[in-house]
């Protein structure tokens, strides 16, 4: 029984060397192409800038008279929000033009920019 045992032994360590590799893919598969796309880029559309600029420019004109106050339009313009912009397109010849254009005035970076502009 010893000698039966021993042949099939001998087989079974020369074969445990030898590996099938299995592919995991067949050859004949291509992956589909990445698509990288852009992003989308939505800018918002600016409100009509020439009339809140009018009437800024007679609020200014009124509380500065006999001086060129395009500059100083200039500074409440640059700071004042979309909102507000259109807010003041909308408010030409109201009371409420003064209040909405002081307000702007107040800031910070407004007045700053209004005391530049004086100076030149």
């Keep these: 029984m010893r000698l039966?045992?021993?042949p099939v032994l001998a087989a079974a360590l020369a074969l445990s060397g030898c590996v099938v590799a299995v592919p995991t893919q067949a050859?004949?598969?291509?992956?589909?192409p990445v698509v990288v796309r852009p992003p989308v880029t939505v800018t918002p559309a600016r409100p009509d800038t020439a009339a809140a600029r009018q009437v800024v420019n007679a609020e200014m004109a009124r509380r500065l008279p006999g001086r060129n106050v395009a500059p100083l339009?200039?500074?409440?313009?640059?700071n004042a929000t979309m909102a507000e912009l259109a807010d003041l397109a909308a408010m030409q010849g109201t009371p409420g033009a003064a209040?909405?254009?002081?307000?702007i005035v107040k800031r910070?970076?407004?007045?700053?920019?209004?005391?530049r502009a004086a100076v030149a």
């Design 4 to 6: 039966t045992v021993l």
């Design 108 to 115: 910070p970076a407004t007045s700053q920019c209004i005391s």
């Design 73 to 78: 339009t200039d500074c409440v313009v640059a």
């Design 27 to 32: 050859p004949d598969v291509v992956a589909p």
């Design 99 to 103: 209040d909405a254009v002081a307000s």
